[in-house]
């Protein structure tokens, strides 16, 4: 008897602790939501790779104007629209993040980051955090909010890394 009420006490602790998982990523440090590394890049000098990374983020992401910001990075202010539902009602959103690459010989570092929702209107971007957004939500959705951001970031990353390494953009068919 007391068994059985120790794994279903167990059973409900571990189903709620899985309830409240997350997609997007958090930095551990700012609590902010964030996706970076340091990906190598064997025999590429670093003006290579700024080439690269600047072509790949006008490829990419065309409505967006990516800039060298220095000899060394290229910065982009990037918008994602996407559609999330909430019981039957269907919610469109646009997310808007900064996207930084920055090279060094046979390395680049990404670093997605400042994530918001809201629009650009005529050059200025009105947005509250992504974190405060999905903070408006009951729990239960935040997983919907969560995926189509996260899906969208990881193919950003796959594409990045593989246009880096033989500057071909990866064209991804997920309807097969």
């Given at each position: 008897?007391?068994?059985?009420?120790?794994?279903?006490?167990?059973?409900f602790?571990?189903?709620?602790?899985?309830?409240?998982?997350?997609?997007?990523?958090?930095?551990s440090?700012?609590g902010?939501?964030?996706?970076?590394a340091?990906?190598?890049?064997?025999?590429?000098?670093?003006?290579?790779?700024?080439?690269?990374?600047?072509?790949?983020?006008?490829?990419?992401?065309?409505?967006?104007?990516?800039?060298?910001?220095?000899?060394?990075?290229?910065?982009?202010?990037?918008?994602?629209?996407?559609?999330?539902?909430m019981?039957?009602?269907?919610?469109p959103?646009?997310?808007?993040?900064?996207?930084?690459?920055?090279?060094?010989?046979?390395?680049?570092?990404?670093?997605?980051?400042?994530?918001?929702?809201?629009?650009?209107?005529?050059?200025?971007?009105?947005?509250?955090?992504?974190?405060?957004?999905?903070?408006?939500f009951?729990?239960?959705?935040?997983?919907?909010?969560?995926?189509?951001?996260?899906?969208?970031?990881?193919?950003?990353?796959?594409?990045?890394?593989?246009?880096?390494?033989?500057?071909?953009?990866?064209?991804?068919?997920?309807?097969?």
């Open positions: 008897m007391v068994s059985k009420r120790l794994i279903v006490s167990l059973i602790i571990f189903v709620s602790s899985f309830s409240r998982a997350q997609l997007v990523k958090i930095d440090e700012t902010e939501h964030k996706y970076d340091v990906v190598p890049a064997d025999g590429l000098a670093s003006a290579q790779l700024l080439s690269r990374a600047k072509k790949w983020a006008d490829a990419y992401d065309p409505d967006t104007d990516s800039k060298l910001d220095s000899t060394t990075a290229v910065k982009s202010v990037c918008t994602y629209k996407f559609s999330w539902k019981g039957s009602k269907t919610i959103t646009t997310l808007i993040y900064d996207l930084d690459i920055k090279v060094k010989d046979n390395r680049y570092r990404y670093i997605y980051s400042n994530f918001r929702v809201g629009s650009n209107v005529m050059g200025e971007v009105q947005a509250i955090s992504l974190a405060k957004y999905i903070s408006r009951p729990e239960r959705y935040h997983m919907g909010i969560e995926e189509p951001i996260d899906t969208h970031i990881t193919k950003g990353i796959s594409s990045l890394d593989n246009y880096i390494k033989t500057e071909k953009m990866v064209v991804e068919d997920d309807n097969w």
